[in-house]
């Protein structure tokens, strides 16, 4: 730990240091200078106490910043200076076996470390290691994020069950999906609607507190911890799900939610909290990843207001409506479920819905009986024929 503390404190500092006399240069308009550790060195001799590739590091990241702010400036903001209260991390390279992983006795060497850090391992994996980044989050956690080269980069592709699968977004429900087999609708986790009530009261508790003082201290590690809990738990969720409906469907249909935009609104603290945009871009690399076809519909596509099965279009239908009735063919639907179709639709190759007056058959509904999908299991649901 005292190590540790000692690299992320000198990275800190070399990363301010080369990122101040850049910056000079970049105010008086004059070519940004190249910088190295070394030239630090002799000034500051505790530099040399640390790992030197962790401050290499250092030099190769803000080179980066800064070469890509000048490509895109809008994207690529200005690197800022860092402060000793933000995520605390190095990252080192692997030169010559500086870095090896002993999968046997759970140990991580590193430059500097050669009797080895234990870790908990959550993989093997084959190739040859680049370099690790050690970080510290506020909970006091530590991690070793560590970069393989491998050879076989492919990921195993597993034939999809349902030939298209859309997923409609939902307030009450995390997704409401329809693929081949019928629909369903996958909670919010229980154990994350808690966690967060939880993490109410801790922040509660924590701004009572007076500042500075043990229990103040004792709060805020409480208050770190469960939001740590919180992130983990919710990506674990996010992933599941996302790769579930990934390896069930070849083609993904989901809305176009301007996220953003419904951000503002009143619905901005449900929605901030499921995840959703994390969710669609999951899908997104999953899609790409395992050769699956992922589709966003236009955001003025009506999914909620379309009957699914003749097409009419509720243009009354407000957001408080859960269920509706077709006035043109008398089916009941449940809004969720009915979105959900719809996309379902667009995805096996029928993206424009037919009016009512041109509607001729149903032959929306898909085959077959619905079974229970493997996607269920990623999170609690109920299940629709
Ligand atoms: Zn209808």
């Not at 962790?54 to 080179?63: E, G, R, S, T």
């Not at 499921?274 to 076809?293: I, N, P």
């Not at 509706?324 to 969720?336: F, K, L, S």
Request: net charge positive.
């Amino acid at each position: 730990m005292v190590f540790f503390a000692k690299t992320f404190g000198c990275c800190r500092f070399v990363w301010n240091k080369m990122l101040d006399k850049k910056l000079q240069a970049y105010q008086k308009k004059e070519r940004i200078p190249g910088v190295t550790p070394a030239e630090y060195k002799k000034d500051f001799p505790f530099l040399k106490e640390v790992d030197c590739f962790a401050l290499v590091a250092v030099q190769n990241h803000i080179k980066n910043a800064f070469r890509n702010h000048f490509k895109n400036r809008k994207q690529f903001k200005l690197p800022k200076f860092k402060k000793k209260k933000d995520k605390q991390s190095y990252t080192t390279y692997n030169v010559h076996n500086s870095i090896i992983v002993d999968f046997e006795k759970g140990l991580l060497y590193l430059p500097k470390l050669r009797e080895g850090v234990r870790i908990e391992l959550h993989r093997k994996f084959d190739g040859k290691i680049k370099s690790v980044t050690i970080s510290k989050t506020a909970d006091g956690k530590y991690y070793a994020s560590i970069l393989v080269e491998t050879e076989n980069r492919r990921n195993k592709v597993v034939e999809p069950k349902s030939r298209a699968c859309g997923i409609d977004l939902g307030l009450d429900h995390f997704v409401t999906v329809t693929n081949d087999f019928g629909s369903y609708k996958v909670e919010h986790p229980k154990y994350l609607r808690r966690g967060e009530e939880r993490l109410k009261r801790l922040q509660k508790s924590f701004s009572k507190k007076q500042k500075g003082s043990k229990n103040s201290e004792k709060a805020r590690l409480r208050l770190a911890r469960q939001h740590a809990y919180i992130t983990n738990a919710r990506n674990d969720f996010l992933h599941k799900l996302s790769k579930a409906i990934i390896d069930e469907n070849q083609v993904v249909v989901v809305e176009d939610i301007n996220v953003k935009g419904l951000l503002k609104t009143r619905l901005a603290k449900s929605i901030s909290d499921s995840g959703w945009s994390k969710f669609l871009s999951y899908l997104k690399y999953k899609a790409e990843w395992y050769e699956r076809t992922f589709i966003q519909v236009d955001r003025f596509f009506p999914s909620s207001k379309l009957c699914h099965r003749c097409g009419y279009k509720n243009e009354d239908l407000a957001l408080h409506n859960r269920t509706w009735c077709c006035p043109a063919c008398g089916e009941t639907h449940d809004r969720d479920v009915n979105a959900s179709k719809n996309l379902y639709f667009v995805g096996l190759g029928r993206p424009e819905v037919t009016p009512v007056e041109q509607a001729l058959v149903d032959d929306r509904s898909p085959n077959g009986l619905p079974k229970k999908p493997s996607c269920a299991e990623a999170g609690s649901s109920a299940f629709y024929g």
